[in-house]
């Protein structure tokens, strides 16, 4: 997931770290009017804001962030009141300190899963029983062949998958792989077309049901063949 963290950056840089070993992209604000701007134009799956009595009004700012983008509070000074208002106000999650992280990764994960109303990843769907399970495996952090078995990635690998498999078929601009995979590090500019180019050899070593476009002038694709032939 791509996710914003705002607040003071003792709190913020200590929570984007956890998110960061959780697989997570991050990206790192001071200030909420900054986020709402960055939402409107980035696409980000949550938002989490570390505050200190403004929790009102950093809800007020985001309120019209897009409707994929999860808002979670973790609020300081948050009673019973506090978190009930905000929820009812649009906080999609809302948390006082001290905050288990584990839980609110938990819950974010839950509220994202696939077939609720906010992230949408490729799935691939059994013949036996028609259910559908995702391409991606976040607990194991690996790709999923056609013939069930697990590719594992590195981190970027699994970010880059974790982006363009959000809608396959689709292109992804460069900027945006580059923001989404490298977050805020300074990078080459042939960076990800390496990181591409690496993903592509595992991908026909392993079989893996995925094929990696290149778009030129714009960014990358990827195509999703689950047929039993593509295992071959």
Not at 19 to 24: I, K, M, P, Q, V
Not at 113 to 119: E, L, N, Y
Not at 144 to 157: M, P, V
Not at 203 to 211: L, Q, T
Request: glycine residues 6%; neutral net charge.
């Amino acid at each position: 997931m791509r996710i914003l963290c705002i607040g003071v950056e003792r709190r913020r840089r200590y929570l984007a770290r956890a998110l960061e070993e959780s697989n997570h992209s991050v990206v790192e604000l001071d200030r909420p009017d900054d986020a709402a701007w960055l939402a409107g134009t980035d696409y980000l799956d949550a938002i989490i804001a570390l505050t200190n009595g403004e929790a009102e009004h950093v809800a007020r700012t985001l309120a019209a962030r897009p409707n994929h983008t999860v808002l979670v509070i973790v609020e300081s000074q948050a009673t019973t009141e506090t978190r009930v208002k905000l929820l009812d106000s649009g906080v999609d999650i809302c948390f006082d300190e001290p905050c288990d992280y584990v839980e609110l990764h938990a819950r974010l994960q839950a509220i994202t899963r696939p077939g609720s109303h906010t992230i949408q990843t490729a799935t691939k769907t059994t013949t036996s029983d028609s259910a559908s399970q995702p391409l991606l495996s976040r607990a194991t952090r690996s790709l999923i062949c056609s013939d069930g078995s697990a590719l594992l990635l590195r981190r970027r690998e699994y970010l880059l998958m974790d982006r363009l498999l959000r809608n396959p078929g689709e292109p992804v601009r460069h900027a945006e792989l580059v923001d989404y995979v490298f977050g805020e590090l300074e990078v080459d500019p042939t960076s990800l077309h390496r990181l591409v180019s690496r993903l592509r050899g595992r991908f026909a070593k392993a079989g893996a049901p995925v094929k990696l476009v290149v778009i030129p002038r714009l960014g990358y694709r990827a195509d999703v063949d689950m047929s039993p032939e593509s295992a071959g």
